[in-house]
T-cell receptor, first 113, second 114 residues
Framework: AQSVTQLGSHVSVSEGALVLLRCNYS??????LFWYVQYPNQGLQLLLK??????LVKGINGFEAEFKKSETSFHLTKPSAHMSDAAEYFC???????????FGAGTRLAVHP | DVKVTQSSRYLVKRTGEKVFLECVQD?????MFWYRQDPGLGLRLIYF???????EKGDIPEGYSVSREKKERFSLILESASTNQTSMYLC?????????????FGPGTRLLVL
């Protein structure tokens, strides 16, 4: 069965440091992959998505992710963390028809001064 | 901008009550989804609908039902609420299939069943 694994339920970084959130997928076919962000007391908002057009995908708020088929990974990065990046981040994979998504368990990012 | 609204941000219900959660989208999307979100489990799909009056079970449909009488509205029903249904419920909508369509989410309803 298709699955999405996010390594690290909690990640803590200093303001200005590199952000790296890990996501691995399992799929027998080339996947469509997504990163969503959830700020406190809000719904999910799309950060970026991979649709096989380019392996390096740029999203909003300075985030980007690289699709690596050999590693079945789609890690999310940002060169310099801001306090406002503190949120929960979800990796997801398109699953079957009707645009259904399978989500990872989420990674909560804390940014400290 | 796509807007997905949910009828309540917070709800407190008693065990055995019938609970209705309402979701409305304003972008004429064909697909609508109900998820529950629990710490450490991410989002799990309860039900989805790809057209008016059409519905499909997701991964955890037990204890839930849904209704879609109008294209813009998708309701989640807990026939007899139980304490293990205490959770955050998120509604989403998207265009129909044909590539990786973005799902747009509502703000969520936090349900507490006592």
């Amino acid at each position: 069965a298709q699955s999405v694994t996010q390594l690290g339920s909690h990640v803590s970084v200093s303001e200005g440091a590199l952000v790296l959130l890990r996501c691995n997928y399992s799929s027998s076919v080339p996947p469509y992959l997504f990163w969503y962000v959830q700020y406190p007391n809000q719904g999910l908002q799309l950060l970026l998505k991979y649709t096989s057009a380019a392996t390096l995908v740029k999203g909003i708020n300075g985030f980007e992710a690289e699709f690596k088929k050999s590693e079945t990974s789609f890690h999310l990065t940002k060169p310099s963390a801001h306090m406002s990046d503190a949120a929960e981040y979800f990796c997801a994979s398109l699953s079957g028809g009707y645009n259904k998504l399978i989500f990872g368990a989420g990674t909560r990012l804390a940014v400290h001064p | 901008d796509v807007k997905v609204t949910q009828s309540s941000r917070y709800l407190v219900k008693r065990t055995g009550e019938k609970v209705f959660l309402e979701c409305v989208q304003d972008m004429d999307h064909e697909n609508m989804f109900w998820y529950r979100q629990d710490p450490g489990l991410g989002l799990r799909l309860i039900y989805f609908s790809y057209d008016v009056k059409m519905k499909e079970k997701g991964d955890i449909p037990e204890g839930y039902s849904v209704s879609r009488e109008k294209k813009e509205r998708f309701s989640l029903i807990l026939e007899s609420a139980s304490t293990n249904q205490t959770s955050m419920y998120l509604c989403a909508s998207s265009e129909s299939t044909g590539g990786a369509k973005t799902q747009y989410f509502g703000p969520g309803t936090r349900l507490l069943v006592l």
